[in-house]
């Protein structure tokens, strides 16, 4: 199977709106591009994609990062859960917004569990949901 990327407005809308309520001012929503995939074999619900410096550099760009949402796997997932993914992608962008990506287990998220963790917290955080 061939993998398709489209854009994903409700996806955008979502992230605008995660990152406001969240206080994540770090990110700049308008320069992370949303996209639902189809066709993948991988396991992923949804991936960020960096924009190394020197890719910036060369194509003399600013930072950005493309959210792809799996199509196969994300779009089965409850609204709630779809919440948590779309957070913990957002977990991934670094303090500094620079096109790179924070790893899972950092000197701040110790383990896999740690970075979980946090993103229930982020989710019970919110008074209001995305999809409300």
Known sequence: MVMHWHPAPDITRRIFFLTDRLHFDHVQPD????????G???RSIARIWSLPTIWQQA????PGYCLEVISERFDRLSLPEQEKVLIHELLHIPKSFSGAV????????????H???EVDRYFSALTTKSYD
């Open 40 to 42: 993948s074999t991988g």
């Open 59 to 62: 194509l003399h760009v600013p």
């Open 102 to 113: 924070v790893a899972h287990r950092t000197a701040r998220h110790r383990s896999f569990s």
């Open 31 to 38: 320069s992370v591009y949303c996209f639902r995939s189809a």
């Open 115 to 117: 970075y979980h963790r």
